[in-house]
Nanobody, 120 residues
Framework: QVQLVESGGGLVQPGGSLRLSCAAS????????MGWYRQAPGKQRELVSS???????NYADSVKGRFTISRDNAKNTVYLQMNSLKPEDTAVYYC??????????????WGQGTQVTVSS
């Protein structure tokens, strides 16, 4: 079994910061790209940021300059540092990983999501 578990969400005031973590565990041989998505009420899930195994990053225009994605390959963990948060960043944030299992199977796995609420 392979699972991704997010942590670090919560309630923060506008202009504040949060750091999300996503740890992958189980029969994992390697992890390729990892990413953070978010889904606000009544909206479709959207890509926030992604990072390859080599460290190349990609960001949605709405978060460029405010969010930073990073990963620790030794810990199979990806992070999302979110600064200068805005009310429009309020959403459930999901982690996604494209990985190769110990059994030679390629798979994509999602975490359960963590709520981020930006409000005064």
């Amino acid at each position: 079994q392979v699972q991704l578990v997010e942590s670090g969400g919560g309630l923060v005031q506008p202009g504040g910061s949060l750091r999300l973590s996503c740890a992958a565990s189980g029969s994992i041989f390697s992890i390729n790209a990892m990413g953070w998505y978010r889904q606000a009420p009544g909206k479709q899930r959207e890509l926030v940021s992604s990072i390859t195994s080599g460290g190349s990053t990609n960001y949605a225009d709405s978060v460029k300059g405010r969010f930073t994605i990073s990963r620790d390959n030794a810990k199979n963990t990806v992070y999302l540092q979110m600064n200068s948060l805005k009310p429009e960043d309020t959403a459930v944030y999901y982690c996604n990983g494209d990985l190769l299992s110990d059994y030679g199977l390629f798979m994509s796995r999602w975490g359960q999501g963590t709520q981020v609420t930006v409000s005064s």
